[in-house]
């Protein structure tokens, strides 16, 4: 009995929690399908998001953008460089560790994930909500 009360916490630890993700653009060179979380969205807690999705066309990507908003207030924006090349049909993966300070106040937090290339265009985005 122990042993499995075991595997059943470590599974549940190591678990990836599912979350719903928007595209917030039109006609998007990448389509993202799905999202997990790490851990549930805490204060002082990092906190891995994973993006999943599919190339519609050839992009190439070197820059993410990150736009946060507490409440519907814009709220954090970073640049995060990236080199990778998807091709029609490539399965893409998009992975991001931010951490929330504990004296982030309480509320709605939505990110968007702006992908760009290295002329500064948007070619994908996505969008997800949490509260913390």
């Known amino acids: 009995m122990k042993y ?6 470590v ?3 190591l678990a990836a929690i599912p979350t719903k993700v928007t595209n917030c653009m039109a006609d ?18 990092d906190e891995t998001i994973t993006l999943y999705g599919s190339a519609n066309q ?15 207030v814009e709220s954090f924006e970073d640049n995060y460089p990236e080199d990778e090349v ?8 998009y992975s991001h ?3 929330f300070p504990t004296y982030t106040p309480s509320g709605k ?3 968007q994930f702006w992908f760009q290339n290295a002329k500064g265009a948007n070619f994908a ?4 909500s949490f509260l913390v």
């Open 97 to 99: 560790t931010q951490n």
């Open 86 to 93: 998807y091709d029609k049909g490539d399965p893409v993966t």
């Open 109 to 111: 937090i939505v990110c």
């Open 58 to 72: 050839h992009a190439e990507l070197s820059n993410v953008l990150l736009k946060a908003k507490w409440n519907g």
């Open 11 to 13: 599974a549940t630890t």
């Open 28 to 45: 998007p060179k990448v389509v993202f399908t799905s999202a997990t979380f790490s851990v549930q969205p805490a204060k002082g807690v």
């Open 4 to 9: 499995n009360l075991i595997i059943l916490l």
């Open 125 to 128: 985005c996505a969008e997800i």
